[in-house]
C-alpha cells in the first residue's frame, strides 16, 4: 500500500507511504490519491483532511522518475500524459475537493511534492522542513500545480524558486508566504492538532462554500467574484449552519 488512509474524530488523515524513495509518487500512488479525493468528496462526516509523508526524512520528493509506472519505457510526455488530469494528486485538491486540507510537512517538499503542498489550503512545516523546485537542475521545467506558487509567494519569488533551483529552509518559506505556521519538529502535530481543532469549530458547511469562493476569487474579476459571493451567502442558510450557530456565537459570555 502506498498511501495510508484513515479517519477519525471528522479528520482524514493520508499518508504518501514511500519512505524508502522519500515518499516520492509514482503512478501507482497517483491513481490510489484520485481515488482518496473522490471518496472523500462525497463524505459528509470528514471535515478537514490532513495530508502527510511517512517518516521524518520527506513530506514527498517529488515524482518516482526512476520508475515512474513499472514500465522502463513510460517516460517525459508519456509519463505528464499518464499522469494527468490528477497532477501528483494536487489539482484534484484545489479543483475539486471542497474540504480544508493542511499540508503537514516533515522534511524534504520538493518538485512536485512541493506542488502538491501548495494545491491544499493551509500548510504547517517542521522547522527542519526544506523546500524546492529542483526541475530545471534535469534539464526540465516545473510544470502543473507550479502555476499556483505566484499566488502564494509572488511572481519574483517564484521565478527565484524555479529558475534557481535551490532550496530554501522552513523559516525562508514561512517569511515567503509558502507556509503558514512552523514548528519545532517535535512539536509538528501539536501545530497540526491546533490547526485542525481550530477548522472543526467552524461550521462545516460554511467551510466547504469558503474554500469553493476562494477559488473562484483567485480566477473572476472583481465584480464577478462580488456576485458569486452573494450568492454563496444566500446558499449557506440554506445550510442550516447560520440559524444553528449565529444564536451561540452571539450570545457567548464576553
Same mark, same amino acid.
Given at each position: 500500500?502506498?498511501?495510508?488512509? +484513515? ?13 524508502? =524513495?522519500?515518499?516520492?509518487?509514482? %503512478? ?33 520528493? !517529488? @515524482? ?5 509506472? !513499472? ?11 499518464? @499522469?494527468?488530469?490528477?497532477?501528483? !494528486? ?7 475537493? *471542497? ?6 510537512? *516533515? ?5 512536485a511534492g512541493l506542488e502538491v503542498a501548495a494545491a491544499c489550503d493551509l500548510r504547517v512545516a517542521s522547522s527542519n522542513a526544506v523546500f524546492g523546485?529542483? +526541475? ?6 516545473? =510544470?502543473?500545480? @507550479?502555476?499556483?506558487?505566484? &499566488? ?14 535551490? *532550496? ?18 517535535? !512539536?509538528?502535530?501539536?501545530?497540526? +492538532?491546533?490547526? =485542525?481543532?481550530? %477548522? ?23 465584480? +464577478?467574484?462580488?456576485?458569486?459571493? =452573494? ?8 445550510? &442550516? ?8 456565537? %452571539?450570545?457567548?459570555?464576553?
Amino acid at each position: 500500500m502506498t498511501v495510508r488512509f +484513515e479517519v477519525a474524530d471528522h479528520v482524514a488523515t493520508v499518508t504518501i507511504a514511500r519512505p524508502d =524513495v522519500m515518499n516520492a509518487i509514482d %503512478l501507482a500512488t497517483e491513481a490510489e490519491l484520485q481515488r482518496i479525493w473522490s471518496e472523500l468528496e462525497q463524505r459528509r462526516d470528514v471535515r478537514v483532511i490532513v495530508l502527510t509523508g511517512d517518516g521524518e526524512r520527506a513530506f514527498c520528493v !517529488g @515524482a518516482d522518475m526512476k520508475k515512474p509506472s !513499472g514500465s522502463p519505457t513510460l517516460k517525459g510526455v508519456d509519463y505528464w500524459a499518464a @499522469a494527468r488530469p490528477g497532477g501528483f !494528486g494536487g489539482i484534484a485538491l484545489r479543483e475539486t475537493l *471542497n474540504i480544508p486540507v493542511i499540508a503537514r510537512v *516533515n522534511g524534504y517538499a520538493l518538485g512536485a511534492g512541493l506542488e502538491v503542498a501548495a494545491a491544499c489550503d493551509l500548510r504547517v512545516a517542521s522547522s527542519n522542513a526544506v523546500f524546492g523546485m529542483p +526541475e530545471v537542475k534535469v534539464g526540465i521545467p516545473s =510544470v502543473v500545480e @507550479a502555476a499556483l506558487l505566484p &499566488g502564494l509567494i509572488g511572481w519574483g519569488r517564484t521565478r527565484e524558486l524555479l529558475l534557481f533551483a535551490e *532550496n530554501i529552509d522552513a523559516p525562508t518559506a514561512l517569511a515567503w508566504g509558502l507556509v503558514d505556521k512552523v514548528a519545532p519538529a517535535d !512539536g509538528l502535530d501539536d501545530a497540526v +492538532e491546533h490547526t =485542525v481543532k481550530a %477548522l472543526l469549530e467552524c461550521g462545516p458547511e460554511a467551510l466547504r462554500i469558503q474554500k469553493e469562493l476562494c477559488r473562484g476569487w483567485e480566477e473572476l474579476p472583481l465584480s +464577478e467574484s462580488v456576485n458569486a459571493s =452573494v450568492g454563496a451567502f444566500g446558499k449557506s442558510f440554506l445550510t &442550516g449552519e447560520p440559524q444553528r450557530m449565529m444564536g451561540g456565537f %452571539l450570545n457567548r459570555k464576553r
